[in-house]
């Protein structure tokens, strides 16, 4: 059996041979942490006395539990360079970089690490070891970036005020021009702007085909009532990817600025209790709010705040995101593109990967096959599966 690695939650798992799936550790990740904490050692004597305390910056807050609950997230996968290796970027915000896992003996080595640039979508081919990502700009643009295998030479492909997502590669089967190799698809969504360049909404997502190495550059599907997303290529040269209804961003109307103007008073007023609230359980362990569901909820708000996690949610909120994602998804449809005709493969899927003649897919924290012939579910996780790359 395969294994197959997924995205979930910003964590990378691993299942191997049909067995549970397994959460990897990085060792940037561990070592970004153990940076942090000693650097909170260093700096413990601004956190000690009566002025400390007041400002919320007492050791009881700086704990162990804080520190390894620093933001840290696997921003994509892909399958590696070798038999049995993945490709992977993470990002913590201030800092990120682009490594290979080798998936037998747990070793991670870096290949790249910047805090200029936040690497996301890394994606790969078994024809060649050119590396495309996504690289997100100030202001909001996404452009697709290539570099080569031992992660230098990182360069944008494309630019523009666009939102560029989820290049794939295309197979050497699905390449005419053999002296043309590097060629690949992506998923482009122009950025609107009023007059004082504020952002307003997004066009119409569409396919794209780029030869970074010459420029080259059309387009390979597009729908003025849809959305084309994650578009991939398999090796006979069929274009797959998730469709869904275009749907604008509605801009504020005047009615509701004045609404919004009226309100803020309340809003302030509710935001500064608010604060006050979290203030008083940090100092006393009591809050403001005495009556009704504060109360019963005082324990579990307390426990939340000291483990800076929310691993403590109740089954039922789980259940009510479940059933939103759940809502969301039912919009997004799987499907083959054949000319101007499509073959729809899967409804309410979030994520898919292809897999020789078949392929797997998530449609939120279920993971399927789908094979000539029949569809099998093969796990389900406990998180929202957002990526998925088999090896």
């Not at 122009?190 to 066009?203: K, M, T």
């Not at 578009?231 to 275009?246: A, E």
């Not at 203030?279 to 009704?292: I, Q």
């Not at 593109?337 to 499509?342: A, H, K, L, V």
Request: proline content about 5%.
């Amino acid at each position: 059996m395969s294994t197959i690695a997924f995205l979930a939650g910003g964590q990378l798992y691993l299942r191997k041979d049909d067995g549970e799936p397994e959460l990897v550790e990085s060792k940037f990740v561990k070592e970004y942490r153990e940076r942090a904490a000693s650097l909170q050692r260093k700096n413990d004597w601004k956190r000690q006395g009566s002025g400390a305390a007041f400002m919320g910056m007492g050791p009881t807050w700086y704990d162990e539990n804080a520190l390894s609950a620093l933001p840290a997230h696997f921003t994509g996968v892909a399958p590696g360079p070798r038999p049995n290796t993945l490709v992977y970027a993470i990002s913590t915000g201030a800092v990120g970089g682009v490594f290979i896992y080798d998936v037998e003996s747990g070793e991670e080595e870096r290949l790249f690490h910047s805090a200029e640039h936040r690497v996301e979508k890394v994606t790969t081919s078994p024809d060649h070891g050119v590396i495309a990502c996504t690289l997100t700009k100030k202001g909001g643009p996404q452009h697709v970036a290539v570099m080569a295998p031992d992660g230098s030479m990182l360069d944008s492909v494309t630019s523009g005020d666009v939102i560029d997502s989820d290049p794939s590669w295309l197979p050497a089967g699905a390449i005419e021009d053999e002296e043309r190799p590097h060629r690949l698809v992506y998923s482009s969504a122009g950025i609107g702007r009023d007059q004082g360049g504020l952002f307003v909404g997004l066009a119409p997502a569409a396919i794209v085909e780029l030869d970074p190495e010459h420029g080259e550059l059309s387009e390979r599907k597009s729908d003025e009532a849809r959305d084309l997303l994650l578009p991939q290529v398999d090796s006979r040269g069929r274009l797959y990817g998730i469709t869904r209804p275009y749907q604008e961003i509605e801009t504020p109307s005047t009615l509701g600025a004045v609404t919004d103007a009226l309100a803020f008073p309340f809003r302030l007023l509710m935001a500064i209790f608010g604060w006050l609230n979290i203030f008083s359980l940090r100092n006393t362990g009591k809050p403001l709010a005495r009556s009704g569901s504060s109360r019963s909820k005082h324990a579990d708000l307390q426990q939340a705040m000291i483990s800076r996690n929310l691993q403590n949610a109740s089954q039922e909120v789980d259940e009510e995101a479940e059933k939103a994602m759940r809502k969301w998804l039912k919009k997004n449809t799987l499907v083959r593109f054949d000319g101007e005709r499509e073959e729809v493969l899967a409804r309410g899927v979030r994520t898919y990967s292809l897999d020789g003649d078949g392929l797997i897919y998530s449609d939120g924290y279920s993971v399927h096959r789908v094979g000539e012939e029949k569809r099998t579910e093969l796990f389900r996780h406990g998180r929202p599966v957002e990526k998925l790359v088999v090896l």
